[in-house]
């Protein structure tokens, strides 16, 4: 039974920082690919940040690059998205999500993602 379960979120001042975790388990995990996702009120989901299956490739958005830096521990079966600077433009519920890594470069796409967490709530505000 696979599961991936976000935590870390909270109300959070601009230009404070927050570090969110994934706890994944029922997965090979160093044979999948993590993404970091958000999704603000009336918005699309977005693409935050991923890091390849063996850790050597990460990926940002344009929106968070320089701020946020995302990591994983294939041993511990976690995933960290470290935010820093944060803006209130940086609110909503992210989701941590895994896909079947096969390629050199994690893409930043809902769409190639399998499986997900129900997120958790980030509120940057003052």
């Known amino acids: 039974q696979w599961q991936l379960v976000e935590s870390g979120g909270g109300l959070v001042q601009p230009g404070g920082s927050l570090t969110l975790s994934c706890v994944i388990s029922?997965?090979?995990?160093?044979?999948?690919?993590i993404g970091w996702f958000r999704q603000a009120p009336g918005s699309e989901r977005e693409g935050v940040s991923c890091?390849?299956?063996?850790?050597?490739?990460?990926v940002y958005g344009e929106a968070v690059k320089g701020r946020f830096t995302i990591s994983r521990d294939n041993t511990k079966m976690t995933s960290h998205l470290q935010m820093d600077k944060l803006t209130p433009e940086d609110t909503g519920v992210y989701f941590c999500?895994?896909?079947?890594?096969?390629?050199?470069?994690?893409?930043?796409?809902?769409?190639?993602?399998?499986?997900w967490g129900r997120g958790t709530q980030v509120t940057v505000s003052s």
């Open positions: 029922g997965f090979t995990l160093s044979i999948y690919d």
């Open positions: 890091i390849t299956k063996r850790g050597t490739e990460t």
């Open positions: 999500a895994v896909r079947f890594g096969v390629q050199v470069r994690c893409p930043l796409y809902v769409e190639d993602y399998d499986h």
